[in-house]
């Protein structure tokens, strides 16, 4: 879920394009997570260095693989109930691999919520049971918002949130 880019013109198209491309915008997603991604002392902001690649055991995955692409996503953690062993985050990307937040995340032993591809089966049956009136199975990422120059009115810059959707906020 979240913000989504819609060129209204074959120029503005090209403009966003190249910024996806030269990874200019500055993109941030909010997720819940399974579990503090900040290790035993619980840092509130990890940075992720790790690569990425397809996993060789799972067919159309991801993983974190020494041959894989160089992949960057800083995690800051707002918010961790001890209680639920869940935590409220944000992640900004520096690159923009497939998964990536999802894959990072897994990596650092707390997966996105309800992730059914990334989240460890019995993490994920635990959340499940404790949120079972949830209407969806979705992982609980959702983009929050984005920064990038205006592509049809250089240099002025435009910043798009969205709202979280109610799923998310219901675990909240």
């Known amino acids: 879920t979240g913000v989504l880019l819609v060129a209204k013109t074959p120029a503005a198209e090209q403009q966003l394009t190249e910024q996806f491309k030269g990874r200019s915008m500055k993109k941030r997603y909010v997720a819940l997570l399974l579990g ?20 060789p055991a799972r067919a159309g ?14 995690v800051r953690v707002h918010a961790y109930s001890a209680e639920r062993d869940i935590s409220l985050v944000t992640v900004e990307l520096l ?3 497939q998964h ?4 990072h995340c897994a990596h650092l032993g707390a997966a996105v919520a309800g992730d059914g591809d990334y989240a460890e ?10 949120f079972k009136k949830l209407p969806s199975k979705r992982p609980l ?22 709202p979280l959707p109610p799923d998310m906020c219901q675990v909240l």
């Open 61 to 74: 995955k991801m993983a974190v693989t020494a041959e894989g692409k160089v992949a960057k996503s800083v």
């Open 141 to 162: 990422l959702h983009c929050w918002r984005m920064q990038l120059a205006h592509p049809t009115r250089a240099p002025e810059s435009l910043t798009v949130k969205a």
């Open 121 to 130: 089966a019995s993490a994920l049956a635990t959340f499940r049971k404790a």
């Open 36 to 55: 503090h991604p900040g290790g035993p002392a619980q840092s509130s902001t990890i940075h992720v260095n790790e690569p990425i690649g397809r996993d």
């Open 100 to 103: 990536q937040i999802r894959v």
């Open 95 to 97: 690159t923009g691999r």
